[in-house]
């Protein structure tokens, strides 16, 4: 068995526990910031208020106009109100969109982001930035975007509907699942995507079940931040391709699409993946995960369909082309065919094809 790995660490502060937004003033100050602009969605607009009353003097305003996918238009408003209030840096609150915008204003202006994540998402442990333009999202990497802190009060997740905790907390565990088979994978990223995940699918039966239940978002928001670094630390493969591809073009929600994918993406990888799918099996106690994640999501209540998200079957075939334009790194060859059985299985909902059922030998 072969061990080569090159690892980098990323230069990141987390501060987490119930309450950690009560330390927002001293991480915003300890990074020299005098007036930060405020990011969240509408529809947390008055969690954007509960931040900016907390900054205090430090807040300069706040935009609460985060969008799924960082639309163009949004991050263009958002980089002139910073330069409008003479923003040093800026919080951004929320899930991926809230945190993506602040990487839209930090890739142009170079602006600080402290972030405060309130989904599973994981956006915030990563230097991966996105925009997207006329139905085209282009993403890359820039260390500028990487926050400079953050801020996990799991506090701010008792909100989080149970549909979308669970969704999210799916997404979160697909970063850990193709984590483990990255190109760039290493030992200490496997620990963190075994535990990562172990914690998620153990806490978001009970988050489910109560949302209110502090320890069970505790634990599920520790696992994300461990997938999130992971996302963040690893080159991500045919499930996230595919499902860059269904959101950015078909406008599907991301958590909720990531939810119907991941199965089907990790029964036609395993064959090729059996270390990855040696850990899973340790983390999600159950011998198949492709198949414990999809009947977890059913636990859950999680759409596991694509079709149920809106999906019309005609687009099946022009996704699966784009999925496989430009080549990427995966464990097993990613063929048009095989994409579109993928799809048909993700649209229809069905069990995912094992590799027993894909004439495939462990
Ligand atoms: P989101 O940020 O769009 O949030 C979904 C909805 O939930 C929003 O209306 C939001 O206001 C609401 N919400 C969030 N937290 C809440 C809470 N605690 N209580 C009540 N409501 C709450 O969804 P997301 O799944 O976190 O992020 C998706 C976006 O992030 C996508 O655009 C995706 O591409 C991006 N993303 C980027 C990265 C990256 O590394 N760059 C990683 C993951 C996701």
């Given at each position: 068995?072969?061990?080569?790995?090159?690892?980098?660490?990323?230069?990141?502060r987390?501060?987490?526990?119930?309450?950690?937004?009560?330390?927002l003033p001293d991480e915003v100050a300890a990074l020299g910031l005098t007036r930060v602009?405020?990011?969240?969605?509408?529809?947390?607009?008055?969690?954007?208020?509960?931040?900016?009353?907390?900054?205090?003097?430090r807040?300069?305003?706040?935009?609460?106009?985060?969008?799924?996918?960082?639309?163009?238009?949004?991050?263009?408003?958002?980089?002139?109100?910073?330069?409008?209030?003479?923003?040093d840096g800026c919080v951004?609150?929320?899930?991926?969109?809230?945190?993506?915008?602040?990487?839209?204003?930090?890739?142009?202006?170079?602006l600080p982001v402290v972030a405060?994540?309130?989904?599973?998402?994981?956006?915030?442990?990563?230097?991966?930035?996105?925009?997207?333009?006329?139905?085209?999202?282009?993403?890359?990497?820039?260390?500028?975007?990487?926050p400079r802190s953050v801020l996990?009060?799991?506090?701010?997740?008792?909100?989080?509907?149970?549909?979308?905790?669970?969704?999210?907390?799916?997404?979160?565990?697909?970063?850990?699942?193709?984590?483990?088979?990255?190109?760039?994978?290493?030992?200490?990223?496997?620990?963190?995507?075994?535990?990562?995940?172990?914690?998620?699918?153990?806490?978001?039966?009970?988050?489910?079940?109560?949302?209110?239940?502090?320890?069970?978002?505790?634990?599920?928001?520790?696992?994300?931040?461990?997938?999130?670094?992971?996302?963040?630390?690893?080159?991500?493969?045919?499930?996230?391709?595919?499902?860059?591809?269904?959101?950015?073009?078909?406008?599907?929600?991301?958590?909720?699409?990531?939810?119907?994918?991941?199965?089907?993406?990790?029964?036609?990888?395993?064959?090729?993946?059996?270390?990855?799918?040696?850990?899973?099996?340790?983390?999600?106690?159950?011998?198949?995960?492709?198949?414990?994640?999809?009947?977890?999501?059913?636990?859950?209540?999680?759409?596991?369909?694509?079709?149920?998200?809106?999906?019309?079957?005609?687009?099946?075939?022009?996704?699966?082309?784009?999925?496989?334009?430009?080549?990427?790194?995966?464990?097993?060859?990613?063929?048009?065919?095989?994409?579109?059985?993928?799809?048909?299985?993700?649209?229809?909902?069905?069990?995912?094809?094992?590799?027993?059922?894909?004439?495939?030998?462990?």
């Amino acid at each position: 068995m072969t061990r080569d790995f090159v690892y980098t660490a990323l230069p990141m502060r987390v501060v987490f526990g119930a309450g950690a937004l009560r330390r927002l003033p001293d991480e915003v100050a300890a990074l020299g910031l005098t007036r930060v602009l405020v990011l969240c969605s509408a529809e947390q607009a008055s969690t954007g208020e509960v931040v900016a009353d907390a900054l205090g003097e430090r807040a300069a305003g706040v935009l609460p106009e985060a969008r799924m996918h960082v639309p163009v238009e949004v991050a263009h408003r958002a980089r002139a109100l910073a330069a409008e209030v003479g923003a040093d840096g800026c919080v951004a609150v929320g899930g991926g969109s809230a945190i993506g915008l602040g990487k839209a204003i930090a890739l142009e202006h170079g602006l600080p982001v402290v972030a405060v994540p309130t989904t599973y998402a994981g956006s915030e442990m990563t230097p991966i930035w996105g925009l997207t333009e006329g139905g085209t999202k282009r993403t890359g990497r820039d260390p500028r975007v990487l926050p400079r802190s953050v801020l996990y009060d799991p506090e701010l997740t008792l909100t989080l509907p149970a549909e979308l905790s669970a969704a999210s907390g799916l997404n979160a565990i697909a970063h850990a699942v193709e984590g483990l088979y990255a190109p760039d994978a290493s030992p200490i990223l496997s620990l963190m995507a075994e535990e990562g995940a172990r914690a998620l699918a153990t806490a978001l039966p009970a988050v489910v079940a109560d949302g209110g239940d502090l320890d069970a978002r505790v634990e599920a928001q520790y696992g994300a931040w461990l997938c999130g670094a992971v996302l963040g630390a690893t080159t991500m493969s045919l499930h996230h391709k595919l499902c860059h591809a269904l959101g950015g073009n078909l406008d599907l929600p991301h958590a909720q699409t990531h939810a119907a994918v991941l199965p089907h993406a990790l029964a036609y990888n395993a064959p090729a993946a059996a270390r990855a799918v040696a850990v899973l099996s340790r983390a999600l106690g159950a011998p198949e995960p492709a198949l414990a994640l999809w009947e977890l999501a059913g636990r859950l209540g999680v759409p596991r369909s694509l079709r149920a998200l809106g999906m019309a079957e005609d687009d099946i075939v022009r996704v699966a082309g784009l999925a496989v334009a430009s080549p990427y790194a995966n464990p097993r060859p990613v063929t048009r065919d095989a994409v579109e059985t993928l799809l048909r299985a993700a649209w229809s909902g069905a069990p995912p094809h094992l590799p027993r059922d894909q004439g495939v030998p462990r």
